[in-house]
């Protein structure tokens, strides 16, 4: 890459460390980037966004960098931060601002003219469906370990027991947080019968027979040449199953 040029547009939250290699290596490169979350909207971010016969024009601005719609070469969307709304605002005019952001805001920067997606947030939101990752996996010829998706605790209790050793999954990592504000996670764990009680009806669980790993692989896919491979022995406690990440060409 020359330097200088069209920007890199890189919608991440800011802590995001993978974020920060990217831009590190693009300034390594003369590479000009601007870096924009989504979460900050509006309270830090403006948008300017105009429609004609001509396309999409206008412009973002952040705190620190200003970009036109037209002239973004390309887009590495890593994870940005959920919309937010004002503090102020009652819960319904909050809900509904936030979702004016998504798909105004959100909307704009999903058709940037011209510009290359690594990866496009809609099929980013497409791959976030379990159940597609699943099917399309098996459709490839892999091997997909048993697997119930279910809010009936009877079915749950039966599979467990047929499927030992078990674990349940999210079914998506969702923002999460405790009464008190404070960020929690949920996370991949063994799961016996006994423990499956009726709280699973409230909401969809997924259950799946553990896979027994001897390292953890994350692939990254671009284009259709250039692939990197990352590997790591597991640890000898770890309880975790393999699991598989890949990017799609955008």
Same mark, same amino acid.
């Given at each position: 890459?020359?330097?200088?040029? !069209?920007?890199?547009?890189?919608?991440?939250? @800011?802590? =995001?460390?993978?974020?920060?290699?990217?831009?590190?290596?693009?300034?390594? /490169?003369?590479?000009?980037?601007?870096?924009?979350?989504?979460?900050?909207?509006?309270? +830090?971010?403006?948008? $300017?966004?105009?429609?004609?016969?001509? #396309?999409?024009? &206008?412009?973002?601005?952040? *705190?620190?960098?200003?970009?036109?719609?037209? &002239?973004?070469?390309?887009?590495?969307?890593?994870?940005?931060?959920?919309?937010?709304? %004002?503090?102020?605002?009652? *819960?319904?005019?909050?809900?509904?601002?936030?979702?004016?952001?998504?798909?105004? @805001?959100?909307?704009?920067?999903?058709?940037?003219?011209?510009?290359?997606?690594?990866?496009?947030?809609?099929? $980013?939101?497409?791959?976030?469906?379990?159940?597609? !990752?699943?099917?399309? +996996?098996?459709?490839?010829?892999?091997?997909?370990?048993?697997?119930?998706?279910? $809010?009936?605790? &009877?079915?749950? /209790?039966?599979?467990?027991?047929?499927?030992?050793?078990?674990?349940?999954?999210?079914?998506? *990592?969702?923002?999460?947080?405790?009464?008190? #504000?404070?960020?929690?996670?949920?996370?991949? *764990? $063994?799961? %016996?019968?006994?423990?499956? =009680?009726?709280?699973?009806?409230?909401?969809?669980?997924?259950? !799946?027979?553990?896979?027994?790993?001897? +390292?953890?692989?994350?692939?990254? +896919?671009v284009g259709e040449c250039g692939r990197r491979g990352h590997g790591s022995t597991a640890h000898p406690a770890s309880t975790g199953d393999a699991t598989t990440t890949s990017s799609a060409?955008?």
């Amino acid at each position: 890459m020359g330097a200088g040029g !069209q920007p890199v547009l890189v919608v991440s939250r @800011l802590d =995001d460390a993978t974020a920060d290699e990217v831009i590190t290596e693009l300034d390594r /490169r003369r590479v000009p980037v601007v870096r924009l979350d989504p979460g900050n909207f509006p309270a +830090a971010v403006t948008v $300017n966004a105009t429609f004609d016969g001509a #396309g999409a024009a &206008g412009s973002l601005v952040t *705190e620190t960098r200003a970009v036109d719609l037209d &002239g973004v070469r390309s887009v590495y969307w890593r994870r940005p931060s959920p919309y937010t709304a %004002d503090p102020a605002m009652s *819960e319904p005019t909050a809900r509904w601002a936030v979702e004016e952001a998504r798909y105004g @805001l959100g909307g704009t920067l999903a058709v940037l003219p011209g510009a290359h997606y690594v990866n496009h947030p809609w099929r $980013n939101r497409d791959a976030e469906f379990k159940p597609a !990752q699943l099917a399309v +996996a098996a459709r490839c010829g892999l091997t997909v370990p048993p697997t119930l998706i279910t $809010n009936d605790s &009877g079915r749950a /209790r039966a599979f467990v027991s047929t499927h030992q050793p078990a674990l349940y999954k999210p079914l998506r *990592e969702t923002d999460y947080a405790g009464a008190d #504000g404070r960020a929690l996670t949920v996370w991949v *764990e $063994n799961v %016996d019968p006994e423990e499956i =009680d009726d709280r699973v009806r409230h909401t969809a669980h997924l259950f !799946q027979r553990r896979v027994p790993k001897t +390292a953890d692989i994350r692939l990254t +896919a671009v284009g259709e040449c250039g692939r990197r491979g990352h590997g790591s022995t597991a640890h000898p406690a770890s309880t975790g199953d393999a699991t598989t990440t890949s990017s799609a060409t955008p």
